[in-house]
């Protein structure tokens, strides 16, 4: 079990390009969480999957943002047109949901990945 | 909406010595779960102590417990034998036991442990 990882750790990017953001979570884990976390703030939601469905999106997802995780295994979160407002960490996180279980379960957070829009 | 409070944007405490971070909640709901969250400089978010809502007992872990109080809506985190490692900032976190999984976080408190 090597946790969840995130790549790229840093992104360093000009205003108006599209990024792309990777998220593996641990083996075998069917859901996925995208949150966002400025500085000295506490995360906040941005959307969450269950295996390949995307269950629930935050109404900070703008149309600039687009989440997928297509094999119900990695994600990517892509943004579109960046702003300099869209500069924080972002955080992925994932969790085992037994089925006969509909939540509670522990959360497991990656390393996240810093983004610079200048 | 669920919203969650923490008034203490920086502790301190001395190392082996006790310390107790604060966090409010606000919610309608009777069923939840609360969690403390740590996360240290340039690290990523650990999972310190969980606690659910409808469990009358308050949660341990090691050095680590609650004073969960359902009624004031308060959820304190207890540090004991505080010790350098345990400088972080430490998240409250809510987490509503219907179908949204989402976790609302606080603000967050900055813990030093002086030598």
């Known amino acids: 079990d090597t946790g969840v990882s995130q790549d790229p750790r840093h992104k360093i990017t000009k205003r108006g390009q599209n990024v792309t953001f990777r998220c593996d979570p641990i083996?075998?884990?069917?859901?996925l969480y995208w949150y966002r976390q400025t500085l000295g703030q506490g995360p906040e939601f941005l959307t969450y999957?269950?295996?390949?469905?995307?269950?629930?999106k935050s109404r900070l997802l703008s149309d600039r943002f687009s989440a997928e995780r297509p094999k119900g295994s990695f994600s990517t979160l892509e943004i579109q047109r960046t702003e300099q407002g869209d500069s924080a960490m972002y955080l992925c996180a994932s969790s085992l949901l037994p089925t006969w279980q509909t939540t509670g379960e522990t959360q497991y957070f990656g390393p996240g990945t810093r983004l610079l829009v200048l | 909406a669920q919203t969650v409070t923490q008034s203490q944007p920086e502790m301190s405490v001395q190392e082996a010595e006790t310390v107790t971070l604060s966090c409010t909640y606000d919610?309608?709901?009777?069923?939840?779960?609360l969690f403390w969250y740590k996360q240290p400089p340039s690290r990523q978010m650990i999972l310190v102590i969980r606690q659910e809502a409808y469990k009358q007992q308050n949660a341990t872990e090691n050095r680590f417990s609650v004073n969960f109080q359902k009624a004031a809506k308060s959820f304190s985190l207890k540090i004991s034998d505080s010790q350098l490692g345990d400088a972080a900032m430490y998240f409250c976190a809510y987490r509503s036991a219907g179908f949204g999984s989402r976790l609302t976080f606080g603000e967050g408190t900055q813990l030093t442990v002086n030598p």
């Open positions: 919610t309608s709901e009777s069923d939840y779960y």
């Open positions: 999957f269950q295996n390949e469905a995307q269950l629930e």
């Open positions: 083996s075998e884990h069917n859901r």
